[in-house]
């Protein structure tokens, strides 16, 4: 690893992880270090929006999910595939004896949701009752399946501390927006005026310069 580099951040940050951020910077020790930084800004800005769009497409697939079904628990019922099962099974079991349906939509990932929108279930699921869950969406499935897809993987890298500057975040912020308006419109408008994602993508450059002190 170069020097220049506070050795608290090598400790806690650890030199692979850097080496992107160097490689990225080309080399340039105080470029990587604010790039490392701004792409904790920018995942921390993110974090409330994907919190929006997480809550707003479970409830909502589970709701339709119960009503086609006729009951709270309709993974009980529905046709899951040996994953899907499985996924449910994990849930349940980090839920206490007496766990509700809630507890275990709860504790049921993003991709357990995501992954309802797949063509196995198309029959099953969303011809009948799956479609319902997305108001606002009128094309077909896969294209709702992909961009699900990329969000999912948004998500993931952002929770697991990864990087995420090098992609077209303009693009992933209007993704999300664009498929949280099909499950909830009121909530695609009502989170934009606490969303700081577009204010820290423009200053991106200053920050990586050291013109401005990173936040977060």
């Given at each position: 690893?170069?020097?220049?580099?506070?050795?608290?951040?090598?400790?806690?940050?650890?030199?692979?992880?850097?080496?992107?951020?160097?490689?990225?910077?080309?080399?340039?020790?105080?470029?990587?270090?604010?790039?490392?930084?701004?792409?904790?800004?920018?995942?921390?800005?993110?974090?409330?929006?994907?919190?929006?769009?997480?809550?707003?497409?479970?409830?909502?697939?589970?709701?339709?999910?119960?009503?086609?079904?006729?009951?709270?628990?309709?993974?009980?019922?529905?046709?899951?595939?040996?994953?899907?099962?499985?996924?449910?099974?994990?849930?349940r079991a980090r839920c206490r004896r007496s766990?509700?349906?809630?507890?275990?939509?709860?504790?049921?990932?993003?991709?357990?949701?995501?992954?309802?929108?797949?063509?196995?279930?198309?029959?099953?699921?969303?011809?009948?009752?799956?479609?319902?869950?997305?108001?606002?969406?009128?094309?077909?499935?896969?294209?709702?399946?992909?961009?699900?897809?990329?969000?999912?993987?948004?998500?993931?890298?952002?929770?697991?501390?990864?990087?995420?500057?090098?992609?077209?975040?303009?693009?992933?912020?209007?993704?999300?927006?664009?498929?949280?308006?099909?499950?909830?419109?009121?909530?695609?408008?009502?989170?934009?005026?606490?969303?700081?994602?577009?204010?820290?993508?423009?200053?991106?450059?200053?920050?990586?310069?050291?013109?401005?002190?990173?936040?977060?």
């Open positions: 690893m170069s020097s220049g580099i506070p050795e608290w951040m090598v400790s806690v940050y650890s030199s692979p992880r850097f080496e992107p951020y160097l490689r990225h910077s080309g080399g340039d020790v105080a470029r990587a270090v604010n790039l490392y930084h701004w792409n904790v800004m920018v995942s921390a800005a993110f974090y409330g929006p994907l919190h929006t769009f997480e809550l707003a497409l479970r409830n909502s697939v589970h709701d339709r999910l119960s009503a086609h079904f006729g009951q709270e628990d309709w993974w009980n019922r529905a046709p899951l595939d040996n994953e899907g099962r499985r996924l449910v099974r994990q849930a766990a509700t349906p809630d507890d275990v939509v709860t504790e049921l990932s993003l991709g357990f949701w995501s992954a309802l929108v797949a063509r196995r279930y198309d029959r099953d699921l969303w011809v009948p009752a799956l479609h319902r869950a997305f108001p606002g969406y009128r094309g077909p499935r896969r294209t709702l399946q992909d961009q699900l897809y990329s969000l999912r993987l948004l998500r993931n890298r952002i929770m697991h501390h990864e990087p995420i500057h090098h992609r077209h975040l303009e693009a992933d912020h209007a993704k999300l927006y664009l498929v949280l308006s099909y499950v909830n419109p009121e909530a695609a408008s009502g989170i934009k005026p606490f969303d700081r994602v577009p204010e820290v993508l423009l200053v991106k450059e200053q920050v990586c310069r050291g013109d401005l002190p990173p936040s977060f």
